[in-house]
């Protein structure tokens, strides 16, 4: 139950990452830069650890610049969370197969910009 509740959240997190529309009116400041996966900390997971490499690199190479704050923001939250969830060995064991059911659900969103995962 609690898995099914995560990945309700996980996806509408997502899905309203996707959707949410904002005017950029000002310049990107020249010290923003894109999040790497060599500056992100792993969750230390492997199925989390190559979801998120694979959806950080949508994300940074194909998600159009206006439509790009919204996931990486929801990625940056998601990648907290399963980081906290894999500090927790009781919860570990069950984040591997919410990873995996993660990715089965964002594909049709990196099918969206051209990317597979």
Do not use: H
């Amino acid at each position: 139950m609690k898995k099914n509740i995560f990945l309700t959240a996980l996806i509408l997190t997502l899905a309203t990452g996707a959707c949410t529309k904002k005017q950029n009116t000002t310049a990107p400041s020249p010290d923003t830069k894109p999040i790497t996966t060599e500056s992100a900390a792993r969750v230390g997971v492997p199925e989390c650890d190559d979801y998120l490499n694979k959806y950080e690199q949508c994300i940074n190479e194909k998600v159009p610049e206006r439509a790009r704050a919204g996931l990486q923001e929801a990625f940056e939250q998601t990648r907290l969370q399963w980081k906290g969830m894999a500090a927790d060995e009781t919860k570990k064991a069950a984040l591997a197969a919410a990873c995996q059911e993660a990715a089965t659900a964002s594909k049709s969103m990196a099918s969206t910009y051209g990317c597979e995962f």
